[in-house]
């Protein structure tokens, strides 16, 4: 009798506290992606930037045409110009296709923590520094898998600057008086 007392009092305490594991793992593996990446990638919304330059360096196991570094302009949120630092050739063949805005490094990101888009799978190892400004990410490193070599990218963004471009008619800003004074 007392046997069955404490096998009853032991279940009482281990099915709560397996369904609270259970819930515990299925919450956390629901959010995969980090606070940092959402705080950071909101940061970067909040900049408004639509027009903007960079130079990205990918770190890869690739020939030196994948890896750069590129120049890269952005209007209205699209890259209009990726070229070769090197030589100021254009880069062809879609090499940086995936990461030719700051939007597609975020994309990148959090499909390597969700394993979605070109991953297929979760990264085993993700590694990121953000600029603390303006929330865009400087540097990261990602591998897919440890049991695979070579398949590691890393990526380094430099040389940020914001582009103000005005579409439309310009606003009136005030009058200017020019006087122009010719002395002989």
């Not at 070599?149 to 430099?158: F, H, K, L, M, S």
């Amino acid at each position: 009798m007392h046997q069955i007392k404490r096998n009853v009092s032991l279940t009482r305490f281990l099915l709560p506290a397996l369904i609270l594991l259970t819930l515990l793992l299925t919450v956390s593996c629901a959010n995969s992606v980090p606070q940092e990446l959402a705080a950071s990638k909101k940061l970067w919304e909040e900049q408004g930037l639509r027009n903007y330059d960079f130079t990205l360096e990918r770190q890869a196991f690739a020939p030196e045409d994948w890896r750069g570094p590129i120049n890269i302009q952005v209007r209205n949120g699209a890259a209009v110009s990726v070229t070769y630092v090197s030589s100021g050739a254009a880069v062809t063949g879609g090499r940086f296709d995936n990461a030719d805005t700051i939007d597609k490094l975020f994309t990148m990101l959090k499909n390597a923590y969700s394993g979605k888009g070109e991953f297929g799978q979760k990264a085993d190892t993700i590694n990121v520094t953000y600029n603390p400004q303006m929330g865009y990410p400087t540097n990261f490193y990602i591998d897919v898998s440890q049991m695979i070599a070579d398949e590691e990218q890393g990526y380094t963004v430099t040389n940020l600057v914001a582009r103000q471009f005005f579409t439309g008619r310009p606003k009136h800003i005030g009058q200017i008086r020019l006087q122009i004074v010719t002395h002989s």
